[in-house]
């Protein structure tokens, strides 16, 4: 059974470091692009970044680069989303989802998601 399970979700002051972890099982990560992504109640999913297997090509949304670090540790099945700098407009649920080989912007062709953890960022 494969199976997605985010955890690291809490709240956190601004300014704050907050660090996601995903877990996978049931699977290798080693041929699939790992995404993260967020959504707030009413809004749409929003993409925040995403490896690449095949080159290691790491992709970050607009408003997360250069405070978000997303890194795969493949011993333990696990990705990981550091969050750094951390704004209020970063509180949302946030997922992992799995796509074979590339990273895609289009949300249904990702294969597998987790349930998703809240963050949430304020004072």
């Known amino acids: 059974q494969v199976q997605f399970v985010e955890s690291g979700g809490g709240l956190v002051q601004p300014g704050g470091s907050l660090r996601l972890s995903c877990a996978a099982s049931g699977i290798t990560l080693d041929y699939y692009a790992i995404g993260w992504f967020r959504q707030v109640p009413g809004k749409e999913r929003e993409g925040v970044s995403c490896?690449?297997?095949?080159?290691?090509?790491?992709y970050y949304g607009d408003s997360v680069k250069g405070r978000f670090t997303l890194s795969r540790a493949n011993a333990k099945n696990t990705v990981y989303l550091q969050m750094n700098s951390l704004k209020p407009e970063d509180t949302a649920v946030y997922y992992c989802?799995?796509?074979?080989?590339?990273?895609?912007?289009?949300?249904?062709?990702?294969?597998?998601w987790g349930q998703g953890t809240q963050v949430t960022v304020s004072s």
């Open positions: 490896l690449s297997p095949s080159d290691g090509t790491i």
């Open positions: 989802a799995a796509v074979a080989y590339v990273c895609s912007g289009a949300l249904h062709e990702y294969d597998y």
